[in-house]
């Protein structure tokens, strides 16, 4: 019987193609690592029929927290597919982890850590990619570094230290902002500002060739074809005359994210926090 388990956890989406998506980078960890690397959704995900997702229904966590006590493992490793300290890992996860005391609970660091620069160079590469698909240009190439928007303003500062990051390794030929796909309402809440809406209609992102990058891990309502980021950019575009967006390729289709997700497990042995 195998005592551990080790699960690769997003936040889940209804959208059978994030599904497939956190399947397929499990399995790659998995080979890279040479261990068992379980695909776990927060939530949502288990709401897909399984006819959609090659027949095998998706795991939510408290579902998988569930089945793997039942079964006698006694540890468990959680490798976030998170930017930075999302609220679904520091109150969520704590909490389903108080139901199942008999399981040891280690979380792995989040994708964004300072001094490693490698989530910036994906990000950086894809920009690149479009640029080089649109041609050479004398011109200033405005970059929209897009997140989703949180309540969480540490996972909005990973967001602005991203496209710091981004910004040095582009140079001079792109100015870089960063920006948010949504927001709560509320004052307190305008640290996600601006929305990518509202910069989209802002000098020099509202004229000629705008590339939107996108700090999204998986296709989906949001960031898959016809997603909420689409459709924003195609109203920006109705507004503005002369726009025209090009988003780039998502970071869960980079090879190097299974460098850095491998690193980030190897990492658990080593971290100071005791298990939750």
């Not at 990619?129 to 004398?138: E, K």
Request: charged letters at 20%; glycine letters at 8%.
């Amino acid at each position: 019987m195998n005592d551990e388990a080790v699960f690769l956890v997003d936040n889940g989406s209804l959208e059978p193609a994030a599904t497939l998506s956190l399947r397929r980078l499990a399995s790659a960890l998995g080979e890279r690592v040479e261990a068992r690397v379980e695909p776990v959704s927060m939530r949502h995900s288990n709401r897909i029929a399984a006819e959609e997702i090659g027949g095998e229904p998706a795991e939510t966590f408290e579902e998988a927290f569930a089945a793997r006590a039942a079964a006698g493992v006694t540890r468990v490793t959680v490798v976030p597919m998170f930017f930075g300290p999302s609220g679904a890992i520091t109150s969520f996860l704590p909490d389903v982890a108080r139901q199942f005391p008999e399981l040891e609970v280690r979380v792995c660091p989040a994708l964004h850590r300072e001094g490693d620069p490698r989530l910036a160079q994906i990000i950086a590469a894809n920009v690149l990619g479009v640029a080089i698909g649109l041609g050479a240009s004398t011109a200033l190439r405005p970059v929209a570094l897009v997140d989703h928007g949180s309540p969480t303003r540490e996972l909005t500062a990973v967001r602005d230290s991203l496209a710091a990051e981004i910004a040095a390794l582009l140079g001079d030929s792109f100015k870089v902002a960063p920006c948010s796909m949504e927001r709560r309402e509320g004052a307190q809440y305008d640290f996600n500002q601006p929305l990518l809406a509202r910069l989209l209609a802002t000098p020099p992102w509202n004229f000629g060739d705008v590339i939107v990058a996108m700090q999204f891990l998986h296709p989906g309502r949001h960031a898959g074809p016809g997603g909420d980021i689409a459709t924003i950019c195609r109203v920006a575009e109705a507004k503005a005359p002369g726009l025209r967006t090009h988003m780039t390729a998502l970071v869960g289709e980079s090879p190097l994210l299974i460098d850095i997700l491998a690193d980030r497990l190897a990492a658990v042995g080593r971290v100071s926090d005791p298990p939750l």
